[in-house]
């Protein structure tokens, strides 16, 4: 038996968009939260936490562009310049914010010395690890939006050219995941 082709409706994409609005907003309050933290550092914090959430789920959306791209199929690559523009851009903001809050991490009486007097391996192997996994997604995908802006339209005719893109943002896409999930354990263990 052989399947038909599905094409969606304008009620299903309606459907569709609404529920993606949703999860998208409701996933955006959590570290909206932050802002009203009972702390001093709430600020600083929900910076982080909203530019930390928004780089994942514009990476995540990446992903889903840089797998056909990898596999040579055709892309809109005008729009894909200026997502990966964006993500670089979201990258950077949740790089210095997260050496912003860093600073109050480190500080005294901050969650390190919490951390390093009750568990100190989490310190020593996970936050060693996050600190610098935190930091490569911004260079990568600022490679893969450089390399789309400076070979122009033809480079849906290099496939080697288009292959590096695509496994420079589904890289970049992997550390972002590593140091976002390191960072919720650390929320999770000792807020700021």
Do not use: C
């Not at 609404?18 to 709430?42: E, G, H, K, R, W």
């Not at 290099?158 to 896409?173: E, H, K, P, Q, Y």
Request: no cysteine; net charge positive.
């Amino acid at each position: 038996m052989q399947a038909g082709e599905y094409i969606h409706d304008h009620f299903t994409k309606i459907v569709v968009r609404s529920q993606v609005a949703i999860a998208f907003t409701l996933l955006l309050l959590l570290p909206a939260a932050n802002f009203y933290y009972p702390t001093d550092y709430s600020l600083k914090a929900g910076i982080h936490g909203v530019s930390a959430m928004l780089a994942i789920v514009i990476g995540t959306y990446l992903t889903h562009r840089a797998i056909p791209l990898i596999k040579g199929m055709h892309v809109r690559l005008e729009s894909l310049r200026r997502w990966v523009l964006f993500a670089s851009v979201l990258n950077l903001a949740g790089a210095i914010s997260g050496n912003w809050i860093y600073m109050r991490y480190r500080g005294q009486d901050g969650p390190r010395d919490w951390i390093l007097a009750h568990v100190p391996n989490f310190h020593n192997v996970l936050m060693e690890f996050k600190e610098f996994v935190s930091l490569f997604p911004f260079p990568l995908m600022l490679a893969a939006a450089f390399t789309l802006y400076y070979y122009g339209m033809p480079i849906q005719y290099r496939r080697d050219i288009t292959r590096f893109v695509g496994i420079t943002i589904l890289v970049s896409w992997s550390f972002l995941l590593l140091g976002f999930v390191a960072g919720l354990v650390l929320a999770k263990l000792r807020f700021v």
